[in-house]
């Protein structure tokens, strides 16, 4: 990212500006005191910082308010060069993609260049490419700009931003004096339209120069017919012939110069062949997409339309087929579910307010980087931000909540493959996390707690299947996998299995503690009753696991978990609940735990852990 | 009588004309046909051009009369609507004519001549209404659709006027457009756009300052609310109130080439992100001040904790710069903070008492055009040996 960053001091008084680079120091010199820096992004984050300068050299980082607007990649599709030749467009072999998603055209093809991308849902676009610059596949535009001095530069300007575009457009004339270096075509292009813009009296010379630089060049000739309108006593002549040589010669990389040219052509009136080149033009500028680059939809770049442009043909032998696949294992897809809720009014209220929350960044998706969204449902606030690891591959999630008491407890489960859900809760900061999450298709789902729990607050509601599943008949004499879950915190892993032909099995593994450590199910049975297991899970140094049955278990139904309960929680239940629990005891180490809890219970159920094999 | 106020033309002065449609007789779906009837069905009446245009009168009258840079010289305004078409002046009350073809073409005249008299004046142009483009901007007028098989003719081709005021000698010229910028191409490619020019268009044109701000950006719609005027409208004159504005020299100067981020960052703040005001083309925006600011500006405020939920038990303040003494303060509330004072450095100071969080002081500068922050604060840890109650204040 590149963007301008203003220095203000404690009178709010500017002293200087700079351009800042991601990872990048910017030197500023400023005397002792007290100062602030802001500068917006191009794409609309804030950039903020508050510092005291000593006398020595100090490094003050820049702090990031907001993120931009999300730019969903497309998954694949083909592309097509298009060269402009004489009065017509002709297609051309693309190069070789630099990486999977960038292209960067070679500054030899010289002339007017144009891309076309038709993605996987075969809509085309055309896009006024640039050379020697990279250039990223996907996106609403087909391609775009990679982030960057010239993307900078071209995207203040377009939206108006005429401050910042000052300082990046200062910044590049200080370091390259004149246009013409090589490898800075387009930037030299974009500093002459902010000259231009601005009525800079260094427009002339620079302008001047760039035909030089770039003689073939449709924006140069645009902003050249436009130095021309400003000299005093120049022909009508030499600027209608210069606006004409633009309109023959393609058409501008910069939409700017689209525009420029169209209402430059309507002025010149009727002089040679202008009014033929607006009529044509014209079309273009209906058809014209958001951003800094000639962009719109089309099937060929002499033809463009003001809808979507389909592909309906063969796939073209000149065009250069990519595979943005890799794209959606950094691009996690939200999709969220809201189970029937029968709790109380400011619990339901809390759980349709993260429902609706999760729907709401569902509809605006997620993308690569680190993301926040802050999300306003029935006036009660949602913030979710998102950080991805180094390689992109995990993710970090967190939903924060505005102070909501209700909220406190509510389970949100994360599926992040068939059958896989990794489960936290809005804690007492209303705040639910998740760490560590594989990139993937991710499914959020609002826990329903039980109607009337037997467990208390710190019960974790457990994801439950929206229907009954369905085997294989091979599979009928094999248990079957059905759901495996990380409770909050990590500490446990919970893997539901089927046992034919009608029975479900909880495997509980966790840490071993010091003492048995009692873990309690409590779920419903297709009657609809409600019942509580228990499932003692042995002391030890490394890991403790147990297994239990789950007897008439309604897999539709809620159904709920703690993990850590102290023993003497036996003597709080009933003997009946006792008896069931140890009945459904279906491991050797829940076995031999129960085996160490005898002396809590009675002589009947010493004697039935006796039997118990 | 559409000359509201005549200052005169003597020395630098802003002067306006201020155009406001919001009835359109002519356009009614029972005297077109064919390919007219579809097109007068788009223009239908507006409430909000109206109450734009007065609410800039009302504006340029109490804060561009003695302005420092280019005190307000004169103002020609035309509204139609069903809103009252008086303004209080310094003079009295006047009741303004429609906007009506013949009627905007005097008041330009007259415009245009004020502004050609002295090369500091400021030329202040302000339209509300339909509008569409096809290749040129056009701002139909309240008689557009008078004369069939003529529809555009009473309406106004901005672009040739902004270019022929290119030799008028107004070194600083405004143009504010608070109107459409498309209308169904399928529907445009049926006519010829007759419209005309208030004034003869130039390819060469001087070097000036001359700002077009679109209310949207090209091909889109213009919005507005019934009744009340334009979002732009409003994000315009706080734009120009001081949310523009810059200290280069000391002085909080608003600058041609602020604007449009500004009311771009206005609008956002109100929660209209997603329309954008933009620059026309062809003209040069070089930034030149065009009001000084007696005072400071005023800047919107948002101000809460991270975590949120602090705000149940944080007295908020600001503070007086650089020292202890609270200037605003606001009890525990769950919401942020939301106000609206003077541009200069604060602290902001979130105390809790004995509550559960730290207090927490950090210095920050109220900045046009608007301004949010979350003052992070740390909860207390009671084995954290005693950690104070004012950690970093």
Known sequence: MVGAVEVVDDRLVTVTSTVVRSEQDAAVELPPGRYFARGWLPAGPQLQAAFEVAS???????????????????????????????????????????????LVLSTSHGGSLGVQIVDADRRSTITMAPTGVPLRLGGAAGISLLPGVEATLLTYLDRGDLPSARIVASDAMSQAPGPGEPDSSLLDTAVGYYLLRTGNPRADWWISELSWAQPDSVDTTILNAYRLMQ???????????????????GLPVVAEGLRLLIS??????????????????????????????????????????????????ELPVDVLEFDLGAAPEVEPEVEVREEPSAAEPALRAARRLVAAALAQLQSSGLRPGRQRRDVTVDGEELVFEVTPSANAVHFDLELRASPLPAIMGIVVSLQVTAGVHVLESFDETYRCRFTDVPAGAWVFTVRQPLTQPRLDLSAVSLPVLLREPAFAASDVHHSTEILRMVAPGRNTLLVLTFEPPDQYRLEVTQAAGVTVNLVAVEYTERGGATVLRLLPLPPGTGRASGSIDLQDMDIRAPWQVVESLPPEYLTTCSDDE????????????????????????????????EEIR | MTTVIDRGTDGPRTHALVIGVGLYPHCRNDIHDGPDAALARQFTTLTA??????????????????EETAPLGSIELLVSGNADQTVTT???TVTVDSPTYPAVEAAFDRWRSRCDANEGNVAFFFFSGHGCAKGKQYLPLEDVGRRPGSFFSDAIELDSLVHGMGRNRASVQTYFIDACRMVPAELLDKYEINARSLLDSHLVTARRDAPVVYSTVSGEVARAVEGRPSPFTEAMLQALSGSAAAQPNGRWEVTTDRLVSAINRIRAWHGDPEQLTEYGLGTQVTGRTIRRLKGMPQVPFRLGCNPREA????????????????????RPEPRVWEGSTDAQVYGFRAAFGPGRYVDSTKAFPLWPPNYECDLDVLPHHDDAGGLGSDANG
Do not use: K
């Open chain 1, 56 to 102: 020595a050299e100090q490094t003050v980082p820049l702090h990031r308010c907001g993120e931009p607007p999300a730019d969903r990649p497309g998954a694949g599709g083909w592309l097509r060069l298009w060269r402009h030749r004489g009065r017509s467009w002709s297609g051309t072999v693309p190069p070789e993609l630099l990486t999977a998603d960038v």
């Open chain 1, 231 to 249: 000299i005093e006593g120049m022909g009508h002549e030499s600027i209608c012939e210069e606006l004409v040589r633009a309109a023959s010669n």
């Open chain 1, 264 to 313: 430059g052509l309507v002025r010149a009136g009727d002089h040679q062949d202008a009014p033929a080149h607006v009529e044509r033009l014209r079309h273009y500028a209906v058809a014209l997409a958001q951003g800094p680059l000639t962009a719109f939809p089309g099937l060929e770049p002499a033809a463009p339309r003001t809808g979507q442009a389909i592909w309906s043909g």
């Open chain 1, 578 to 609: 006792v008896e069931a629990s140890i009945g459904a005891t279906a491991s050797r180490a829940a076995r031999m735990a129960w085996r160490s809890l005898a002396g809590l219970l009675s002589p009947e159920l010493q004697a039935l852990i």
């Open chain 2, 49 to 66: 051009p109206p109450l734009s245009a007065l609410e800039v009168t009302r504006w340029l009258l109490a804060e561009q009369l003695d």
């Open chain 2, 90 to 92: 310094p003079d009295g």
């Open chain 2, 311 to 330: 705000l149940l038990e944080a007295q908020l303040s600001l503070l007086v710069p650089f020292s202890d003494q609270v200037a605003f303060e606001r």
